[in-house]
């Protein structure tokens, strides 16, 4: 059995809430979540996210984030602090203890590495439905599959 190349990244840190600010993270993330779906892909479509999570947990105490993504992770964190900087918005990182306080750090790609790289966690083991397909990939099958299906509709 021939073994799929690994397309997808993968990564998850997690860290400490600044004391309080677990209700700004949930207030940021209702805000987030009436955005159009569209929009918000076309903001991150740089990061080439297959899939991404925000988890707050201890009673908003403690932090995960998770990424699968087709990119390597220096890119990943450039491109993710350049929309940042485009933005003006740096996700949700300012409420963690260890991101730095000055707005400056928000596009700084090498603040996120540090404090991504001492808030890291590694995964011991993982699976993939679709090992060796990039997100590109999967939208234009997606692409194909609808008009195939809209051509069939119609024959009908």
């Not at 059995?1 to 600010?21: A, L, N």
């Not at 203890?97 to 995964?123: I, M, Q, W």
């Not at 939208?139 to 509709?153: E, G, H, T």
């Amino acid at each position: 059995m021939e073994k799929q190349k690994q397309v997808t990244q993968h990564f998850t840190f997690v860290s400490r809430v600044k004391p309080g600010r677990g209700k700004n993270i949930r207030a940021n993330a209702a805000k987030r979540a009436e955005i159009p779906w569209e929009e918000i892909d076309k903001v991150l479509r740089p990061l080439t996210l297959h899939y991404a999570r925000w988890i707050l947990f201890d009673n908003d105490t403690r932090f995960i984030y998770y990424a699968s993504f087709d990119t390597d992770m220096d890119r990943y964190i450039d491109d993710a602090a350049r929309i940042f900087a485009e933005s003006g918005v740096a996700g949700f990182f300012p409420d963690l203890e260890g991101f730095p306080d000055d707005a400056a750090s928000a596009s700084d790609p090498e603040a996120y590495r540090k404090f991504l790289a001492n808030n890291k966690v590694d995964s011991f083991f993982q699976f993939e439905g679709y090992p060796g397909v990039t997100v590109e990939e999967i939208k234009k099958a997606l692409k194909v599959r609808n008009a195939f299906s809209n051509m069939l509709d119609e024959m009908q």
